[in-house]
């Protein structure tokens, strides 16, 4: 009597520690499935390019991209297919450094990063990828994006808020440094192309310039108007142009 109670004593010990054991591995309500994966948009095109989108091209959509504010460049992504998203951790690396270094995390919220923490070298091909995590703490990895900047062209005139005379107007710059191409771009107040027009660069000396049309200048004659000094210069290693896009500026047409 006594041997079948210890065997029974162990049995249920069996039991209860089989059940203890299987019930801390089904976990029926914890996501593992990870988030579809990210799609990072690389460089399409420049802001003047006779490049067809729906919607247009703009500088919300062109994908990875210098900016005027400094020696920074934008990266950004196509929506993300899930919902139940926490964090997008956001990784770098270059010609220089190829070892991917993670440079921050952002809300999940977001459709761009920027980034800005320190200034970028220029001539540099920096490439990105992100991690998206979800709330469950899975996480999916994007492709990989790269673009390189170059130095920001110098302004002088017009001089930031000037009124201008319509047939009177140059835009002239310095470079700064070497490119092949340069290209003033002009938008209106809400920053929508208005007109552009290249210069490619041989043997021209600074300073440069380019005129803006008397029609076109006549047209919104009363109106302010942006406009900045874009750059290019071919990349072998992007097989594509690395570019640059200078400060802005605004000019008042007279009326």
Same mark, same amino acid.
């Given at each position: 009597m006594k041997q079948f109670n210890v065997i029974s004593i162990l049995l249920s010990l069996f039991i209860i520690i089989s059940l203890m054991g299987c019930s801390g591995e089904d976990e029926p309500d914890h996501d593992t499935i990870p988030p579809v994966a990210p799609v990072l948009v690389p460089h399409l095109a420049d802001v003047g390019d006779n490049f067809t989108m729906n919607p247009p091209l703009s500088e919300e959509n062109n994908g990875i991209d210098t900016v005027p504010d400094g020696n920074w460049l934008r990266v950004m992504w196509e929506p993300f297919v899930d919902t *139940?998203?926490?964090?997008?951790?956001?990784?770098?690396? *270059?010609?220089?450094?190829?070892? +991917?270094?993670?440079?921050?995390?952002?809300?999940?919220?977001?459709? =761009? $990063? #920027? *980034?800005?923490? %320190? %200034?970028? %070298?220029?001539?540099?091909? $920096?490439? $990105?990828?992100?991690?998206?995590?979800?709330? =469950?703490?899975?996480?999916?990895?994007?492709?990989?994006?790269?673009?390189?900047?170059?130095?920001?062209? #110098?302004?002088?005139? +017009?001089?930031?808020n000037a009124t201008v005379i319509p047939g009177q107007i140059a835009f002239s710059f310095n470079r700064s440094g070497y490119v092949s191409k340069c290209r003033v771009v002009v938008m209106d107040e809400n920053y929508d192309y208005i007109w552009h027009q290249d210069l490619n660069i041989s043997v021209e000396e600074d300073p440069l310039e380019i005129v803006f049309p008397v029609n076109m200048a006549n047209d919104y004659r009363g109106r302010s108007l942006r406009w900045r000094v874009d750059t290019f210069d071919w990349s072998e290693e992007l097989q594509g142009f690395m570019g640059s896009e200078s400060p802005e500026r605004v000019m008042h047409i007279q009326p």
């Open positions: *139940d998203l926490s964090h997008v951790k956001i990784y770098r690396f *270059d010609d220089l450094n190829t070892e +991917p270094v993670l440079i921050d995390s952002i809300m999940a919220n977001r459709s =761009s $990063y #920027l *980034d800005s923490k %320190q %200034q970028l %070298q220029e001539r540099v091909v $920096y490439s $990105y990828f992100i991690d998206l995590v979800d709330t =469950s703490g899975n996480s999916a990895r994007s492709d990989t994006v790269s673009y390189g900047l170059l130095a920001k062209s #110098l302004l002088i005139a +017009p001089e930031n």
